[in-house]
C-alpha cells in the first residue's frame, strides 16, 4: 500500500502566491551569482521545486524567503559541482543588448560583475548575500550550511580580490 500526503488546495495558494512576490527578488540573487540571467531563472525554478517539496511541512513564520534563498543558492551551488551541461548557443540573440558601454557608471557594474563572476562560487555567494541581500554574518552563515568565521574569511577574500581587481582595471583604463 502507497501511502501519499494530500495537498490542500490553500497550502498550493500560499505557495503561489509566495513564489510569485518573491519569484524576481530570487532571480536577481540568481544572477549575481551566475551572472546568466536564463541560468538564474533555472536556479531560481529549482529553488522553488526545492521550497513546495518542503512548503506543507514549513513553519511560516516570515522565514520562508530566507528558506527560499538557501534552496537558490544551493541549486547554484548544486549546478556548479555538476557543470554538466555543454550547451553553446549558436547565434547572438537579437533581443540582449550589445554589451556596448557608454557610461562611466555602466562600465564600473560590468567591471564589477566580471569581477564577481571571476571569484570562486562560495566566495560569490558570501558576497551576494551579505551585500546584495544584506544579511548579516550568521544568516549567511545559515544560508550556506557553513560557520560564521567561513562566511567571515571568505567574505574578506572576495573583498581583497574584488579591491584588486577592479584597481587594476581602472589603472588600465586610466
Do not use: I, N
Not at 521545486?49 to 537558490?72: F, I, M, N, Q, T
Not at 557610461?103 to 567591471?111: G, K, P, Q
Amino acid at each position: 500500500m502507497q501511502l501519499t500526503r494530500r495537498r490542500d488546495a490553500a497550502s498550493d495558494e500560499a505557495f503561489t502566491e509566495f513564489a510569485a512576490s518573491s519569484q524576481a527578488r530570487l532571480r536577481r540573487t540568481a544572477y549575481l551569482l551566475c551572472g546568466d540571467w536564463d541560468r538564474a531563472a533555472d536556479h531560481v525554478q529549482e529553488g522553488l521545486v526545492r521550497l513546495y517539496v518542503r512548503w506543507p511541512r514549513l513553519v511560516r513564520d516570515g522565514s520562508e524567503l530566507a528558506y527560499a534563498r538557501k534552496a537558490v543558492v544551493s541549486a547554484f551551488l548544486d549546478a556548479s559541482r555538476r557543470r554538466s551541461s555543454t550547451e553553446v548557443p549558436r547565434e547572438d540573440d537579437p533581443t540582449v543588448g550589445s554589451g556596448e558601454d557608454v557610461a562611466a557608471a555602466v562600465t564600473d557594474r560590468a567591471a564589477l560583475l566580471s569581477a564577481l563572476a571571476d571569484l570562486p562560487e562560495r566566495q560569490r555567494a558570501c558576497v551576494v548575500l551579505r551585500y546584495f541581500e544584506d544579511l548579516d554574518v550568521r544568516a549567511t552563515a545559515a544560508a550556506l550550511g557553513c560557520t560564521e568565521g567561513t562566511v567571515k574569511s571568505q567574505t574578506s577574500r572576495a573583498l581583497s580580490s574584488l579591491r584588486s581587481t577592479l584597481e587594476t582595471e581602472r589603472s588600465l583604463t586610466w
